[in-house]
């Protein structure tokens, strides 16, 4: 029997408002702002998923890999198209991690603020 159920996934960042509009047009859904005042935004996902972002004063972003500095949680985003979809999330503004090797079925990206994902093929 669990304990608990999954709420929402909350990433820290500079600026969550700018971090949401990332996401949704990766992902699509839509940005909530009810408690931007607080420094908190939500993107509610076509799924039923939420994801949450927080101002973090001082936010340092993960490094990928860095056994230094863990990268504390990554997200899947599972795609059709790994070429189309590079291309677009690169235009939206991630950048790179480890995408290299063209025969894998997943590629690893940072979003605007430095957080691992992965495009997965799966």
């Given amino acids: 029997m669990a304990v608990a ?8 960042c500079p600026d969550p408002r ?3 509009g990332f996401y949704a047009q990766v992902l ?3 940005v909530e702002t009810e408690f931007e005042d607080s420094g908190w935004i939500t ?3 076509p799924g039923g998923q939420t994801l ?3 101002t973090a004063p001082g936010f340092v972003p993960p ?11 990554h997200l899947d985003l599972n795609v059709k198209d790994l070429d189309a979809a590079e291309k677009a999330v690169l235009e939206l503004g991630a950048r790179p991690l480890d ?4 025969a894998r079925g997943f590629r690893v990206y940072a979003d605007p603020a430095g957080h691992p994902f992965c495009l997965c093929a799966c």
């Avoid at 490094?63 to 949680?73: E, K, L, N, Y």
């Avoid at 995408?99 to 063209?102: C, G, N, Q």
Wanted: aromatic letters at 8%; zero cysteines; a negative charge.
């Fill in 5 to 12: 159920e999954l709420g929402v996934v909350v990433l820290d």
């Fill in 18 to 20: 700018a971090l949401a």
């Fill in 52 to 54: 949450a972002f927080q």
């Fill in 28 to 30: 699509g859904g839509t």
């Fill in 63 to 73: 490094r990928w890999p860095a056994p230094d500095r863990s990268q504390q949680f």
């Fill in 43 to 45: 993107l509610k996902l």
């Fill in 99 to 102: 995408t290299e090797d063209r």
